[in-house]
């Protein structure tokens, strides 16, 4: 499949038509020297306009370079189209204060109001080491080993600088985020995405995703929130369908609102139970919207004879304070939360996108 365009006033991998394949990585800065990090952005950036066309992550390639220096590329997309890769990078609150409270590169009075670490949940099991962070890239593709290749070389080039903190696999996209895309299914075997933000839906997403503050850094960008839920699908799997659709509030078959015929058919709050999922997500509800954009995945199983298995989940607005956080808080009550855990949670600011060739990843911020 064909290569989406790297550069534009928002950047890409938000309202792209979501790929099927995810590779999710979170970067601790380990230098204190800014300098070698704008290099490194500057780096990161040709690297992902080129892997976005399909081309190695270097200008030399994977086996054209000299017999003795490692290839500025490490060769496994050799011979793979695009695949709709889209390289999305987003800054942690970290970056700017660390932990110790130091601002290592002089960017702490830059930091956003908006990009404060977010609240504890009920019922969060969240654990550090897969949580939080400094950088974060959303590669996404049609072809997972694109997206891998991406990370993989990311990482590569930032060696001594950064340090891979966690990272996610995602399969199976578990949700729409344009009007011709089939609503997929997720691993509760429910169809996501159906009530999601979509790319046409421009006045909206003006008011709900994007930021609006103009002569920001931030300006055009978006707040990305990530969640990894564990889904307890033995648990649900034990559950009677019409227990399911009660839960969620949709029927398992169409998509359809309960007391509703057809998929995009309007929820009508009062045929739902009040502590369903999407009662308590609706907007009507929750008085607020997101874009949502998460991946399924399967990270093997957890040596008590169960799949490790969810949602690692995914959402854009504007303010995660009127975004994630009002929805998430919403949902304390929902009945969904009984076969869910979440288990990592970070927040990132991502800039606007690029002007064009010369323009790099972090341009406003430094
Ligand atoms: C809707 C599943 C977690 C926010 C839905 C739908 C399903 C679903 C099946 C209905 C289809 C649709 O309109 O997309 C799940 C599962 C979750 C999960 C299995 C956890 C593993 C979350 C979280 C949030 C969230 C953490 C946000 C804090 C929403 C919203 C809607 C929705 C905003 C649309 C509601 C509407 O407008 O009608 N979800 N969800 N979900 N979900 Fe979730």
């Given amino acids: 499949s064909g290569a989406v365009e790297f550069h534009g006033a928002h950047q890409a991998g938000i309202t792209t038509p979501a790929q099927d394949r995810l590779h999710f990585v979170a970067f601790d800065v380990i230098t204190d020297d800014r300098a070698a990090l704008v290099r490194m952005l500057q780096q990161w950036t040709q690297a992902a306009r080129r892997m976005t066309r399909g081309q190695d992550a270097g200008p030399v390639g994977a086996v054209a370079g000299g017999d003795y220096a490692p290839p500025d590329d490490t060769g496994e997309a050799m011979g793979l189209p695009p695949a709709g890769l889209t390289l999305t990078i987003g800054f942690g609150p970290t970056l700017f204060t660390a932990a110790d409270g130091t601002d290592r590169f002089g960017i702490a009075d830059r930091r956003p109001d908006a990009l404060v670490p977010l ?22 593709a049609d072809d997972p080993q694109v997206a891998v290749h991406a990370v993989r070389n990311l990482a590569r080039i930032g ?8 990272s996610q696999l995602g399969f199976g996209r578990t949700s729409s985020t344009t009007s011709d895309q089939a609503t997929p299914r997720n691993l509760f075997g429910f169809k996501d995405g159906t009530d999601n933000l979509k790319a046409e839906q421009t006045a909206t997403l003006d008011r709900f995703v994007w930021v609006d503050d103009p002569g920001s850094w931030m300006h055009g960008g978006s707040y990305l929130v990530s969640r990894r839920i564990r889904m307890l699908v033995e648990v649900w799997d034990r559950q009677g369908l019409r227990d399911q659709e009660q839960t969620i509030g949709r029927t398992k078959g169409t ?23 999407v009662s308590l997500a609706h907007p009507t509800n929750a008085g607020t919207a997101i874009l949502r ?6 990270d093997g199983s957890d040596g008590l004879g169960r799949l490790d298995a969810g949602l690692f989940f995914l959402c854009y607005q504007a303010d995660p304070a009127t975004g994630f956080v009002q929805v ?34 972090g341009s406003g911020l430094f």
């Avoid at 001594?160 to 903190?165: D, H, Q």
């Avoid at 998509?255 to 999922?277: M, N």
């Fill in 159 to 166: 060696q001594g600088l950064v340090g891979v903190r966690w």
């Fill in 255 to 277: 998509g359809a609102p309960l007391g509703q015929q057809a998929e995009f058919d309007p929820v009508d709050l009062s045929a739902l139970p009040a502590t369903s999922h």
């Fill in 328 to 361: 998430q808080r919403n949902l304390r009550t929902d009945k969904l939360n009984e076969y869910v855990q979440h288990t990592s949670s970070a927040l990132f600011a991502c800039p606007p996108g690029l002007a064009g060739e010369d323009d790099w990843w």
């Fill in 293 to 298: 954009r998460g991946y399924s995945f399967v």
């Fill in 119 to 140: 609240p504890a949940f009920p019922g969060d099991e969240l654990v550090p080491a897969i949580s939080d962070g400094d950088l974060c890239i959303q590669a996404c």
